[in-house]
């Protein structure tokens, strides 16, 4: 019997063995980096260290080019961004420039204890659309950090905020914003689970799948190009390559009819997942869309659920060989085997590296549900991030500060995120369908 309360892919698992047992017995994540050159102007240091940065609302130039409510929504989803990035206290000065100039606002909020000022205008651009001039200003010293154009794509300027954020974030920090990242998961349409992207601030959920089938597990390929994915499109469990440009979906050939569980590697050559041979599942790795197949872990017990390393040279893992479901590290060939913790009788699954490869986020079965914790791989207690509810398979950002997750309610599900303490949590998606959240790397442009 299946257990309705283990992770969506154990479950997935576990249904597979049972099924071939009976009917087939004999059946054969980019490590954020600093910039070398980059001046690190605030000396951000460290996870806990929130910078006081003021935004001025925008001005509005464009002479009737563009709608009135596009200069403030584009200030408010620059707003949300610089709040969700965990690196900001932000402030908003209401009453703009007095008649004597810039110099009295900077100075005033250089006084108040504000590190940074941001002001910007839309205005008219060649070509008859719409751009946005920004300048960001180091406080107390009024120096100009940032001074960059973006083009305005209507309706919402969507893209040109969440680069201006990004732009902010690197200019005041040294490190890369995660602003124009995405979020793959799985949601129920039209009668079926498809794959879907939402923006990483909840803005513009829309399926990317159409295969009218139930399709689960997509991961992100290092070039955020491509998406893995398992589906049941053509009536067995298959892996698909999806080219995000042309929403097209390429067949990963495999000598089974049980693949799931797919993982890019981090040099985008290689997708390890779970594959059914003789009546057992382990762990294997297959170049796309036709490369060989080469085995990673053998063993009579289920081995799935597999995750890379940043590095490409471990692996995480869970499997049952100890008689309940628990997480694993070995190399990427499946040697020098370990579990990661040590808890009696603990029921555990879905691992997720973060980006520095110093810690792996995997979920613990309670009384009530699944929680999130987090384990030093130095050892020690792991860290509980969640109570109450069910919260399933969490995934890092690419900068390693958040967490998305899946939090389920009775028969609700939807994808939420939460800072790497399990504090400021908010909820990405309202369908109360949504599970199996893959968060992208940086877009190649911001790396």
């Not at 408010?76 to 008649?99: A, E, H, M, Q, Y």
């Not at 949601?187 to 923006?199: L, P, T, Y």
């Amino acid at each position: 019997m299946i257990d309705r309360n283990a992770p969506v892919a154990w479950a997935l698992a576990a249904a597979a063995a049972a099924w071939l047992a009976v009917a087939s017995p004999a059946a054969g994540a980019q490590t954020p980096q600093d910039s070398g050159d980059a001046e690190v102007f605030l000396s951000v240091r460290g996870r806990s260290r929130i910078v006081p940065i003021v935004l001025v609302p925008f001005g509005d130039e464009t002479e009737g080019r563009a709608e009135p409510a596009l200069v403030g929504g584009v200030f408010n989803i620059l707003k949300n961004d610089l709040r969700f990035s965990l690196r900001f206290d932000v402030r908003v000065d209401s009453s703009g420039p007095d008649t004597s100039g810039w110099g009295p606002l900077l100075a005033r909020w250089g006084a108040s204890g504000a590190r940074a000022l941001v002001r910007g205008v839309l205005r008219p651009a060649g070509g008859g659309g719409v751009e946005l001039f920004a300048t960001v200003y180091r406080l107390p010293d009024q120096r100009l950090m940032l001074a960059q154009t973006y083009e305005v794509a209507p309706p919402m300027g969507r893209q040109a905020a969440h680069r201006l954020s990004d732009d902010i974030v690197y200019a005041l920090t040294g490190n890369r914003g995660i602003a124009q990242t995405r979020i793959a998961y799985v949601s129920r349409w039209q009668g079926h689970r498809e794959i879907f992207a939402v923006d990483w601030d909840g803005h513009d959920p829309a399926p990317i799948t159409y295969d009218r089938a139930t399709a689960l597990s997509p991961s992100w390929s290092p070039d955020g190009t491509r998406l893995v994915y398992s589906s049941m499109r053509g009536g067995v469990w298959a892996l698909y390559v999806l080219e995000l440009a042309t929403r097209q979906s390429v067949l990963v050939r495999t000598p089974s009819t049980m693949n799931t569980a797919p993982a890019w590697s981090p040099d985008g050559t290689s997708i390890l997942f779970a594959m059914n041979q003789a009546g057992n599942i382990d762990l294997f790795t297959v170049a796309p869309p036709d490369g060989r197949v080469q085995r990673v872990t053998q063993h009579p017990d289920t081995d799935t659920e597999p995750e890379w390393s940043p590095d490409g040279q471990r692996i995480a893992f869970v499997s049952d060989r100890t008689g309940l479901p628990q997480v694993y590290l070995a190399q990427r060939s499946g040697g020098q085997l370990r579990r990661l913790t040590w808890e009696p009788d603990a029921y555990e699954g879905s691992p997720a590296w973060s980006p520095d490869g110093q810690r792996i986020a995997f979920v613990r079965r309670g009384f009530d549900g699944f929680d999130v914790y987090v384990s030093d791989l130095s050892g020690g207690t792991p860290l509980r991030l969640t109570e109450g509810d069910s919260n399933e398979n969490p995934v890092w950002s690419p900068d390693g500060l958040q967490l998305a997750f899946c939090r389920s309610r009775g028969n609700y599900s939807d994808i939420w995120i939460m800072a790497a303490d399990g504090s400021q949590m908010r909820q990405l998606t309202t369908d109360g369908t949504s599970l199996l959240p893959a968060w992208s790397p940086l877009p190649r442009e911001n790396r």
